[in-house]
């Protein structure tokens, strides 16, 4: 039953990986798409691009980098199992 246990946190700490890799392309592409759009609109009509683009592409690198800096820095081991009689009683 112990493996078990193991490979469903396992499976989760997978899961949480690829939802986060999933999450974070996702936003990059979206990034990507209105930035494109823009400049190229701004190309077209021969003016610089909106300001309101620039400060969304800030806030949202901003709060991408908090976001997989706290993915990453938060606890993803898998505790060995404790054979201790501390474990037991407690």
């Not at 991408?64 to 990453?72: D, F």
Request: glycine share 10%.
């Amino acid at each position: 039953m112990v493996s078990n246990h193991k490979d469903e946190r396992l499976m989760k700490n997978v899961m949480k990986d690829k939802t986060v890799m999933v999450m974070t392309i996702g936003l990059m592409a979206l990034l990507a798409v209105i930035v494109i759009g823009d400049f190229y609109v701004s190309l077209k009509e021969g003016k610089g691009p909106d300001d309101s683009v620039i400060e969304l592409l800030q806030m949202s690198i901003t709060g991408m980098v908090g976001i997989i800096a706290g993915y990453i820095s938060g606890e993803k081991k898998i505790k060995p199992d404790c054979n201790n009689d501390c474990c037991k009683n407690g």
